[in-house]
C-alpha cells in the first residue's frame, strides 16, 4: 500500500492565497534578514522605518512603508546590520522603539552625546540616525532590570557617554 503526498507549495495554484502570501513573506524575509524570522523581521522593518539608520528619501519610505502595511518585511539599506546589532545588545524592536521615542523627549543641545548631533542628512531625505552599539548596550539592563524609566535610562546612558564626546574649542580657549 502506498500514499501519495501532494505538496502545497505556494507554487500551487489551488491553495489558499492567504497561505501562499505566508510563505511569499517567509521567503522574502529569509532573503532580506538572514538570521531573523519572519514575524520578527516585519517587527523590526516596522520600527527602522520610523528611526531608520540612514537617510532616505519620503518617496521610498512611503513605498516601504506600504509593503510592510501588506505584511511584508522590508530591509532598507543598513536596517539588517543595525537590527543585528541592537539584538545583540539586549534590544528587541520594541525596546529599540522606546529608546529612539525618548530621545525625541531629550533636547539634543542638553548633551554632547546625544545622537542628534550625528544624525545623517542630505537634501530631499528625510534623517537618519545611526544605532551606536557602543553608547546603547547598556540601555536595556537601565530598563528592564534596573527599573528607571525609559527617558531617565536614555538621560543617564547619555551623561555617562559625555566623556567619549569632548567639548570642541573656541578661540577663547586658546
Known sequence: MSADFHDNSA??????????????????????????????????????????????????????HSAI????????????????AARSDGFNPVLYQTLFESLRTIEKAAFRSHPG????????????T???SELWCDWPKLFL????????ATSLTLLRAEPKFPRPHTSDET
Open 145 to 152: 532590570t534596573e527599573g528607571f524609566d525609559a527617558r531617565t
Open 69 to 84: 502595511t501588506s505584511g511584508v518585511p522590508v530591509a532598507g539599506p543598513d536596517w539588517v546590520r543595525t537590527a543585528d
Open 130 to 132: 545611526p544605532y551606536e
Open 11 to 64: 507554487s500551487d495554484d489551488h491553495g489558499d492565497p492567504a497561505d501562499r502570501r505566508a510563505a511569499d513573506n517567509r521567503r522574502r524575509a529569509a532573503e532580506q534578514w538572514p538570521g531573523f524570522e519572519a514575524a520578527e523581521a516585519l517587527h523590526w522593518s516596522k520600527v527602522l522605518l520610523h528611526h531608520s539608520p540612514d537617510p532616505q528619501r519620503s518617496g521610498i519610505k512611503a513605498q516601504i
Open 117 to 128: 548631533h550625528r544624525m545623517r542628512t542630505y537634501k530631499n531625505y528625510l534623517p537618519g
